[in-house]
């Protein structure tokens, strides 16, 4: 005699319908194919947003070249006041180094590649701006923008070099005492913004100083 037992219980998630949350859900899990437009645009977009991106840093390097040219007019002021001891070149030249070197530290602090410098101390740019700029910027772009900055800075500290020689000639010459000492003055502070600038560039500290002049 066969035993009769009680019908078996079947799971109703195996037989019955998907509830309208789980065909939801189904239904978002599936990728849409784009068409053949849809996927040229997107590479157009990308395209774009590299270019972007790169911008910053492109911008810098440019800047770096152009910088550049404006050395030799310096360097020729310098070698000026080194020869004769004539104060009005060493005054001309240190000024034109700061202001060059401002001019390097704001281009280098708009493509994000510094954050501060003490060149741009009282400048009114914003640090929080270049936090992202800096993860956004090519590589091949920020390298050559950055050894660009690095290699006008050593360039800097030799025209600076040349004036302390100049400030020897000087007293030599029998200029001002105060008039010399204003220049070293000068002299001072653009050594350390440049040194400020090395630092913030990631460069060994210390520039090419062939005299520690004091009047």
Do not use: W, Y
């Not at 790169?54 to 911008?59: F, H, I, L, S």
């Not at 701006?129 to 950055?146: I, M, P, V, W, Y």
Request: charged share 30%; proline share 5%; net charge positive.
């Amino acid at each position: 005699m066969v035993a009769i037992t009680g019908p078996t219980s079947i799971p109703p998630s195996e037989f019955a319908p998907p509830t309208p949350a789980v065909a939801a859900l189904a239904r978002l899990k599936q990728r849409p194919v784009p068409t053949e437009a849809q996927a040229d645009a997107l590479v157009r977009l990308e395209t774009v947003r590299a270019e972007m991106q790169d911008a910053p840093a492109k911008a810098a390097a440019a800047k770096v070249a152009h910088l550049r040219n404006k050395l030799m007019a310096i360097n020729l002021a310098a070698r000026t006041a080194s020869a004769t001891g004539d104060l009005k070149f060493a005054r001309s030249a240190i000024a034109d180094v700061r202001a060059l070197a401002k001019e390097l530290a704001q281009a280098l602090k708009d493509a994000g590649l510094i954050k501060e410098s003490g060149v741009l101390a009282g400048a009114k740019a914003k640090d929080e701006s270049t936090a992202t700029t800096k993860e956004t910027t090519g590589e091949a772009d920020t390298g050559e923008a950055r050894e660009g900055g690095r290699e006008l800075v050593k360039e800097l500290h030799k025209i600076v070099a040349k004036l302390r020689v100049a400030l020897i000639a000087a007293q030599i010459r029998g200029a001002s005492p105060q008039e010399i000492k204003d220049v070293e003055k000068q002299l001072r502070d653009g050594e350390k913004e440049l040194q400020s600038l090395n630092g913030a560039l990631g460069a060994k500290a210390g520039g090419e100083r062939v005299v520690d002049f004091r009047a």
